[in-house]
């Protein structure tokens, strides 16, 4: 029996495998959430908040309607922790971490499926990869565990040793999952300085990328760096900036926001929103609040996400970096892209393009069926804003997502879902492979 359902995985796509492994672990997650263990008693949780609680996990988006401190019991709150670090490493790689810990050979189908779970090219140097992965993700989050558990244990106890190894994972998965209450306690938490310190520099190490992070510790040196790792934080250091200065100049005069600080705490502040915008969604100040022309600019921040290969979403920095360059070539008249002194090959600026349309096709496709299926009066730009967050995997909320009603809940699900495993791994599963030789006359299209 066995041996037939290895021949029929075996037989299936790998992107499909891909797709699958997710899907089952989300619903698997929910079974747990579900079960009395897992509960504090609060309140009821039915399969679909259940369902949807588990996929906000593994995607590491972090919407929740539950308060978690409150509704699930630490026992359900430890399921929580695993999934958040599943979720941020992937289930293909925790498979493959399981099989070298016990000693199995990795077969050449593993590898090519951990590659496609990576959008990678080449299925060779897979299992280093997954022990580099393993190693850093465990160093970092002890690391920061361990500076946030001490710092918490003289505020809060023995109890702020467990919460400073949640928030660890939770910033370095970017799931951005909040322990002390309803999205109260987290902004408090963030005023103080060192606690910020800490989780923003976890979020920015989760969301750098593994392959990045890897080479900066390896080679140390700029010119040493790979073509992938200098261009990841070249947009790093574009970006960075990018969000702080819109934060500081939106929202610098705004007393529900940022207007009360002192200027320190402004730029500190600013500093922190401008990569929990793309990454893991914490925020210090009620989001609720912010300028229409913010939420707009937090909307494009989320969409950009995080580097290739990281815990974030979104359709990547090096997409958006792609398509830029790009479009400033064409401008200047020019048919290659060059960065570094290097050409950028033209398959991965279509690549970057497809990417880039089937995410707003997907989120444009989301918005439209919560406004359809959705028969309250929300405001446009709150259920908008859901909307991109749920797919971009940040986790932002206006405050709604307790409110909506189940086929709503399912268009999220979906979203969130497919903003995990990418719309490369999504295409890639339905895609038929067509090498034909046959070749076409060539025609011009009037386009503009």
Not at 64 to 70: I, K, N
Not at 89 to 118: H, N, P
Not at 284 to 311: E, W
Not at 366 to 391: G, H, Q
């Amino acid at each position: 029996m066995s041996k037939k359902i290895i021949h029929f995985l075996n037989k299936l796509h790998r992107g499909v495998l891909i797709c699958g492994g997710f899907a089952l672990f989300m619903l698997l997650g929910a079974i747990l959430l579900m079960m009395p263990f897992a509960q504090s008693g609060t309140r009821s949780i039915s399969f679909i908040d259940a369902l949807f609680m588990s996929v906000s996990i593994v995607s590491v988006t972090g919407m929740s309607m539950f308060d978690l401190g409150r509704d699930f019991s630490l026992a359900g709150q430890l399921i929580i922790l695993f999934m958040m670090e599943v979720g941020g490493l992937g289930v293909m790689t925790i498979m493959a971490m399981v099989s070298i810990s016990a000693g199995r050979r990795i077969r050449l189908q593993e590898r090519l499926l951990i590659r496609d779970s990576f959008n990678l090219q080449s299925p060779s140097g897979m299992v280093m990869l997954v022990r580099k992965i393993i190693l850093w993700t465990f160093m970092v989050e002890l690391v920061s565990g361990i500076l946030l558990s001490v710092y918490f244990y003289f505020k809060f106890g023995l109890k702020g040793i467990y919460l400073g190894f949640w928030y660890a994972v939770s910033s370095f998965t970017t799931c951005g999952l909040d322990l002390v209450g309803d999205g109260i306690g987290f902004p408090d938490m963030a005023a103080d300085s060192f606690a910020s310190t800490v989780i923003l520099i976890t979020m920015f190490l989760g969301g750098i990328g593994f392959l990045a992070l890897d080479d900066v510790i390896t080679h140390r040196r700029w010119s040493k760096l790979s073509f992938n790792t200098k261009f990841v934080f070249t947009l790093e250091a574009i970006l960075i900036p990018l969000g702080v200065i819109v934060f500081y100049l939106l929202e610098g005069d705004n007393p529900a926001t940022l207007g009360r600080l002192g200027t320190l705490e402004k730029w500190q502040s600013a500093f922190f929103m401008s990569l929990s915008t793309r990454l893991a969604g914490f925020a210090v100040f009620d989001i609720h609040a912010m300028m229409n022309s913010t939420v707009l600019m937090v909307m494009v921040f989320m969409i950009i996400g995080g580097s290739p290969i990281s815990t974030a979403g979104g359709i990547r920095t090096t997409t958006m970096g792609l398509l830029i360059l790009s479009m400033y070539a064409w401008i200047r008249g020019r048919r290659e892209v060059v960065i570094f002194h290097k050409q950028v090959d033209p398959k991965d600026l279509v690549k970057a393009s497809n990417v880039f349309t089937l995410a707003m096709v997907l989120t444009f496709l989301t918005a439209f069926l919560i406004f359809l299926l959705e028969p309250s009066d929300f405001n446009f730009e709150n259920a908008l804003f859901e909307s991109v967050s749920a797919f971009s995997t940040v986790g932002f909320s206006m405050g709604l997502t307790g409110e909506w009603n189940t086929p709503c809940k399912i268009v999220l699900i979906g979203a969130m879902y497919i903003g995990r495993i990418g719309v490369m791994t999504l295409a890639i599963a339905f895609a038929g492979h067509h090498n034909s030789s046959m070749k076409y006359p060539k025609e011009n299209v009037v386009i503009g």
